[in-house]
DNA sequence: GTCATCATGTAAGCCGTTACATGATTGC
DNA sequence: GCAATCATGTAACGGCTTACATGATGAC
């Protein structure tokens, strides 16, 4: 999972390491963090397996997050002081950039339909980055996932063992709604990308 | 979290490691599941350390253990094998029951206050058994998960940053809503909660 | 010069899984 | 007698976390 969610991002642009966990942590939603002792040995990984590469000194920076100018010279230099952004001379630094075969891999786990990939961060992770899929790819994602939603529901709701205590009532009952919604939410998701489907040419041409 | 599921179930009556199973799977809600290479070794740790015990062959067991025990099961065969090999002697089924130690150990892990236990399966699992508590504890179980989802709420608002796709942002959106949800479903547990407590002797006295 | 932050990494361990291996009981 | 199910267990591994260790850089 992690794999996926660092090729991902360097889909993007080059990161480094500190950098990738922060974008995990913040830009992909709260729900998202991998710990340094996961990152690290899964950026070695991936690098030995030639997915990913270190970004050499001779390549454009690794610098992030291009801020768009406000017009002021000094007005950037403070902000960039006061945001402590890092500065391009750091030696220690190893960005990473991803590579043609990271690209195979990145798709391979996206489009890949593992019938025990019902998770729901594993849904969430593959949602965020769908927009490099092609529409029908897309579609196909996410009926997968209506259909994993359906299955779950239909096994929630004929769990209704009537020995259970309130408690557990209730939670099977909350448990239930919250399948429910997912799955309306999914079929909006769905509608949204037919009625789309339709524009693929003005987009393309945007 | 396996143990104290376990210690949850057991604490209505003694089981065997294969209903222990099925339960966990079918009354528990199918959100619920663990392998057998998690259950007994589990219950084996689980009876080293006192918490539980296997139910002596005088003992009654639950409708399934009606079966008298068959005694021994030829001595001489079961002695051939155990000479040499350790593990793989006779299979019976070895039905478990709690000890007043594992109640102890079953309160304190209900009652626990692990600031890092934000999990939600970690909170249904403590639901589904929060019958077994005094009413305060079980208010202060409701607060700490309300805190918990709060928290977890603001942060999911305040990430909102604007660089992100529309999936991305879809997805943090049903996010947030499913928080939104989860917290009034946790307020109503709570105000549920407080409308019984004066009724606690009615109850007691029914 | 020292403190906070940035940055990279390793070691140990936790908590669970899958795949495997074995044996007992029941029903036909 | 033979298959399906019940029943118990082990071995190997997976993926992630925590805690630790190290060092560079910039601000004051």
Known sequence: ????????????????????????????????????????????????????????AGESAPEVAAIPSTGSVKGEAAAARLRRLPTPGRRNRKAYRITPRGDELFTELLTADDPGSDTEREFALKLAFCRFLPVPDRVALLERRRADLGEHLTRARRTRSGKSDRYTRSLMEHGTKSIERDLEWVDDLLAAERSQEPLKQEEATA
Chains 1, 2 share one sequence.
Do not use: C, N
């Open 1 to 56: 999972m992690i794999d996926f969610a660092i090729l991902g991002l360097l889909k993007d642009q080059p990161l480094h390491g500190y950098e990738l966990k922060k974008r995990l942590g913040e830009t992909l939603g709260s729900l998202w963090g991998f710990s340094y002792g996961s990152l690290y040995p899964a950026l070695r990984r991936l690098e030995r397996t030639g997915a990913i590469a270190v970004v050499g």
